[in-house]
């Protein structure tokens, strides 16, 4: 079993920047992909950005190209969202997951672990 446990989230100003961390325990996450995702009010899950085990040739959703960095560092058996140039509408509620495979994934469906999230409100 892993455990996933989000940090990092708040109230920031359009412009602005946050940094998310996730940290998983039980077990090391390091052979793993590991995902962002995020959930609005009213709205479903969606996907923000992955990352496969070595870290190379990270995903993004087209939303958030540009602006967000994800990465991970195996040895703290963690991985890091950098939001930057941050907008209204990137509010919602963000959530870490892990996935059991060497492909990368934007479904929520094959995601096998997930965090309990972390809030990001963006004011204009």
């Known amino acids: 079993q892993v455990q996933l446990v989000e940090s990092g989230g708040g109230v920031v100003q359009a412009g602005g920047s946050l940094r998310l961390s996730c940290a998983a325990s039980?077990?090391?996450?390091?052979?793993?992909?590991m995902g962002w995702f995020r959930q609005a009010p009213g709205k479903e899950r969606e996907f923000v950005a992955a990352?496969?085990?070595?870290?190379?040739?990270?995903d993004y959703a087209d939303s958030v190209k540009g602006r967000f960095a994800i990465s991970r560092d195996n040895a703290k058996n963690t991985v890091y969202l950098q939001m930057n140039s941050l907008k209204p509408e990137d509010t919602a509620v963000y959530f870490c997951?892990?996935?059991?495979?060497?492909?990368?994934?934007?479904?929520?469906?094959?995601?096998?672990?997930w965090g309990q999230g972390t809030q990001v409100t963006v004011s204009s």
């Open positions: 997951g892990a996935l059991d495979s060497y492909r990368r994934s934007r479904s929520v469906r094959d995601y096998d672990y």
């Open positions: 990352i496969g085990w070595s870290g190379g040739s990270p």
């Open positions: 039980g077990r090391t996450v390091s052979n793993s992909v």
